[in-house]
């Protein structure tokens, strides 16, 4: 028996020596920089959902790819604008899944890049509101002969579960502080209440707005034109389209690339993956002064980031807090520039990071740039920087909070379960998933919550200079755009990275005409940290299906949730 043990552990060491080895290779295969020629223009694909941030994984990147993220496509564009070897910029656009707030910013950095006298052109076969709208900012836009546009409007849809938990035997049972403060309702109702119907209608009109002055400014087209498009032909054939002035012309994407063949050189074309790869400071950016940016993107938790099977990606506190530390404490960085897109999530995480943030802005500046999302826990950490910049059509606010529980009493009595409970003390079920509230529990609930809400209100109230009774009166769980949010003072600035960046450098003493070298946190995992990983993962995957899910609802019952009541997507 010993004898086997030390034959595993052999192996088991020498196959992690493989990994290891396997892995400094290929780390350093993808470290080597593309070669660019001259007369290249640098094509960007924006296909579908890009994530705000993803940090470097050698395995990931070896085995599956890059992956295309908006930081990536951020920095190719403005690098691409100075490098004399890059002519101009294609964007092959295609069901894009991005944020308002996303797209927008988008947009600016685009024209921005115009302004370096490079064109910039975009494709598309098929085209939806969202990616036209993207493609105005360029210089021309053009359609394939079999593909079509469409311009339709916007819609929100919002499912509500009640119904099928009520068949699953599953009870939601859960309270709130602020009439605004909907999120439990998809649980608890079967349709939109009032106050959510209400901001939901003013997000879309806002939204629709916007979409229609952009066309309009963008192509030169009058708004009641554009109006009359969106509402009574929606659908557009390439010859309608070049008709009707929204696009310029048709033509494949190859023909599209002969726009910046000259006689003398050949054409050649790098992707904004390949091109990502390259050092910023070998462009002439980025080699004066240094600046973190941690992205804060996904619902909150504690410990690390990983996934859940609500909420997608998640962002963990303990990844959060670590990054501040270690930027706050680098002699070398003047700044740091809080990426936020969350949604918010866990009451606990949310005060934690908040602290965090809050000891390092007594070390140097940081500034808050929420990209498509920054509410409700979002909006909490935000609150902690010195500066909090959004763009017009970001989610901010949702100032609020919920806590809850479901009850599984009926689905046990479905599958012929029999849960016998034996309890001491009058509030000893308050953590039970077998049964809703008793009207002792929801006392107890009811203050823990409010509790919370009215620390919540106070730390803006201090950070914001107004009164309780002033953001009492504008929180309350509502959730507001960016720029209303600059009218009733929850953030300093309209604007994006670049903006932040600009603040950074003011607040640090730092030149405007100074290159930033920007940081990016979280920074690549130790191969160690994704090895043990994978063996989590895996670990997860043979547990007893049943058991997980039990466990998550255990792990959510009662926890103080800081979460912005809907998603438009």
Sequence with gaps: MKRFIKWVAIIFGILLIFMFITYLLIDALLDTEPIVSGNSYLQINLWGSLPEYEPPDAFEEYFRGSVLDLNKIRQSIKMAAIDDRINGIILEIGFTRIGFAQLSELHQLIKKFRLSGKKVLAHFDYGLT???????????????????????????????????????????????????????????????????????????????????????????????????????????????????????????????????????????????????????????????????????????????????????????????????????????????????????????????????????????????????????????????????????LSLIGSIGVYAGKFSVENLYSKIALNNVVINRGKNAGLFSLSSTFTDSERIVIQRMIQDFYQKFVSKVADKRRKSYEQIDEIARGRVWDGETGININLIDIIGGMDEAIEVAKHLANIEDSANIQLIFYPRSRSFLDQFFNRISVFNTLIENPFDQIEQYLKEIQLQPLMLMPFKID
């Excluded at 509402?231 to 012309?249: M, Q, R, T, Y």
Aim: hydrophobic share 40%; proline share 3%; glycine share 8%.
């Design 130 to 392: 969202r990616d036209y709208l993207l493609a105005t900012a360029c210089d021309s836009i053009f359609i394939s002969p079999g593909g079509n546009l469409f311009i339709t409007g916007l819609s929100a849809e919002i499912t509500f579960y009640k119904g099928l938990l009520n068949k699953l035997g599953i009870e939601a049972d859960f309270e709130h502080v602020g009439k605004y403060k909907n999120a439990p309702d998809v649980y608890t109702r079967q349709s939109m209440s009032g106050p959510q119907r209400e901001v939901v209608d003013e997000i879309l009109d806002a939204r629709y707005k916007e979409i229609i002055s952009t066309i309009a400014e963008n192509r030169h087209i009058d708004q009641r034109t554009v109006l009359h498009f969106i509402d009574n032909i929606s659908g557009f054939s390439p010859e309608e389209a070049v008709k009707s002035e929204l696009v310029d012309g048709i033509k494949y994407l190859e023909e599209v690339t002969d726009i910046f063949k000259n006689e003398t050189e050949k054409i050649s074309r790098i992707s904004a993956i390949e091109y990502s790869r390259i050092n910023p400071a070998s462009v002439g950016l980025g080699d004066d002064e240094r600046m973190a940016v941690i992205f804060c993107t996904g619902a909150m938790t504690g410990g690390e980031d990983g996934s859940d099977p609500v909420f997608g990606k998640t962002m963990g506190a303990n990844r959060v807090i670590r990054n501040l530390k270690r930027a706050s404490e680098s002699k070398s960085v003047k700044a740091i520039i809080l990426r936020i897109n969350s949604p918010g999530g866990s009451s606990l995480a949310a005060d934690k990071i908040w602290f965090a943030i809050s000891e390092a802005a007594k070390n140097k500046p940081v500034v808050a740039s929420i990209s498509d999302v920054g509410a409700s826990g979002g909006y909490y950490i935000a609150i902690g920087a010195d500066t909090v910049i959004s763009q017009k």
